[in-house]
C-alpha cells in the first residue's frame, strides 16, 4: 500500500490534468490519492473516471483555506461527499473571495509596483475555475519579474509585499464544520509551514479539535525528518490520527514527487488504519 492524500491539479494551482495526476500515481506505485486541490471539487470527476479500471483508489478530497488568529492555514477534508450542500455553499463562499483577492492583488501589483495586466497574465495559467497566488507567480516569472517562484512570492505576494492582500476566508472552525456536514475527515496540512512556535502550534491544534478536526499531516511533501519528528509527538500528545501527502503540484517542482514520502514514525497511527477511515472508506 503507497497512500498520498494531498496533491493538486489543474482545477487549482497543479500543473497536471487530473488524468495525468492519475497516471503519475500508478507509475509511481500510488494505491490511494487523495486529489486536494485548494477550494474547489472540480478535478474531481474527471479523477473518478481516471481511476475506473486502473489499480489505484481515489479519495475525493479538497484543500481549504481557512483563517486562524488572523493567517491563513490549510485544511484537507478527506473522503468528502462532493454532493454536501454545505460543502458545496461553503466552496462557493471561498471562491466569490478568490475572484475578489485575484483582482485586488492585480490592483495592487499595478499601483504599488508598476505591473500591469497581471490579472490577464494570471489567467493566462489558469485551467481550471480559480485563481490562486501561484497562477500569478508564474506570470511574474515569465514576464521577468523574479527569476523563479520562489523569488515572485517573496518580491511580490507574501505579507508586506506590493500585491499581497489579507486573507478573508472562512474561519476554522466554519470550515471544519463542512468537512464534517460532507461526512469527511479533518486534516491539519503541512503543520510545520505555519512558522509557529511550539506553544503557538499546540494552541492551533487544540482549536483545530475542539472545532472537530481529527487528523494532521505527519508526513508532509514539505517537511523536513526533524520536523516529522516534531509533528509526530503533536499528534501522539493530542490523539490525532496521522496522515501522509506530498502536496504535489507537477513535475516542474523537482523536490516534490508523488507517493514519495518518509515511513510513517511508529509512534503514530495512520489515518488510514483508524475506525474512522474504515467507516468512511465503506
Ligand atoms: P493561494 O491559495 O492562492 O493563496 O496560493 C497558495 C499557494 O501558493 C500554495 O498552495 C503554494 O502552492 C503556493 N505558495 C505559497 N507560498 C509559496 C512560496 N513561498 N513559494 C512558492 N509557492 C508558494
Ligand atoms: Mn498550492
Ligand atoms: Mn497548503
Ligand atoms: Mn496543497
Same mark, same amino acid.
Given at each position: 500500500m503507497k497512500y498520498d492524500l494531498h496533491s493538486h491539479s489543474i482545477a487549482s494551482d497543479g500543473t497536471l490534468t487530473p488524468t495525468a495526476l492519475v497516471? #503519475?500515481?500508478?507509475?509511481?506505485? !500510488?494505491?490511494?490519492?487523495?486529489?486536494?486541490?485548494?477550494?474547489?471539487?472540480?478535478? %474531481?470527476? /474527471? =479523477?473518478?473516471?481516471?481511476?475506473?479500471?486502473?489499480?489505484?483508489?481515489?479519495?475525493?478530497?479538497?484543500?481549504?483555506?481557512?483563517?486562524?488568529?488572523?493567517?491563513?492555514?490549510?485544511?484537507?477534508?478527506?473522503?468528502?461527499?462532493?454532493?454536501?450542500?454545505?460543502?458545496?455553499?461553503?466552496?462557493?463562499?471561498?471562491?466569490?473571495?478568490?475572484?475578489?483577492?485575484?483582482?485586488?492583488?492585480?490592483?495592487?501589483?499595478?499601483?504599488?509596483?508598476?505591473?500591469?495586466?497581471?490579472? #490577464?497574465?494570471?489567467?493566462?495559467? !489558469?485551467?481550471?475555475?480559480?485563481?490562486?497566488?501561484?497562477?500569478?507567480?508564474?506570470? %511574474?516569472? /515569465? =514576464?521577468?519579474?523574479?527569476?523563479?517562484?520562489?523569488?515572485?512570492?517573496?518580491?511580490?505576494?507574501?505579507?508586506g509585499k506590493p500585491g499581497h492582500v489579507r486573507g478573508d476566508w472562512a474561519s476554522l472552525a466554519d470550515v471544519v464544520e463542512w468537512i464534517r456536514a460532507a461526512d469527511g475527515i479533518a486534516v491539519l496540512a503541512h503543520p510545520a509551514r505555519y512558522n509557529l512556535t511550539a506553544t503557538r502550534l499546540r494552541g492551533l491544534l487544540a482549536e483545530f479539535i475542539e472545532a472537530g478536526g481529527e487528523a494532521i499531516e505527519v508526513l508532509s511533501g514539505s517537511h523536513t525528518p526533524n520536523e516529522v519528528k516534531a509533528m509526530a509527538g503533536h499528534a501522539l500528545r493530542f490523539g490525532l490520527l496521522a496522515s501522509a501527502g506530498s502536496d504535489y503540484h507537477g513535475p516542474e517542482n523537482p523536490w516534490v514527487h508523488l507517493g514519495r514520502l518518509p515511513e510513517m514514525p511508529e509512534s503514530c497511527t495512520a489515518v488510514w488504519d483508524s475506525d474512522i477511515w474504515q467507516q468512511r472508506a465503506a
Open positions: 497516471h #503519475e500515481a500508478v507509475e509511481e506505485g !500510488v494505491t490511494h490519492l487523495a486529489l486536494t486541490d485548494h477550494d474547489t471539487l472540480a478535478g %474531481l470527476p /474527471e =479523477a473518478r473516471q481516471a481511476v475506473a479500471g486502473l489499480n489505484i483508489e481515489l479519495i475525493a478530497g479538497a484543500e481549504l483555506s481557512a483563517m486562524w488568529n488572523g493567517r491563513t492555514i490549510h485544511i484537507v477534508g478527506l473522503h468528502l461527499d462532493v454532493e454536501s450542500s454545505v460543502l458545496r455553499e461553503g466552496i462557493r463562499q471561498q471562491l466569490e473571495f478568490r475572484d475578489w483577492r485575484g483582482r485586488e492583488i492585480a490592483r495592487r501589483l499595478e499601483k504599488k509596483a508598476g505591473i500591469e495586466d497581471a490579472y #490577464e497574465g494570471a489567467l493566462s495559467f !489558469v485551467h481550471g475555475g480559480l485563481v490562486s497566488r501561484t497562477h500569478f507567480a508564474r506570470y %511574474l516569472v /515569465e =514576464a521577468g519579474y523574479a527569476k523563479d517562484f520562489g523569488q515572485a512570492f517573496k518580491k511580490y505576494l507574501l505579507k
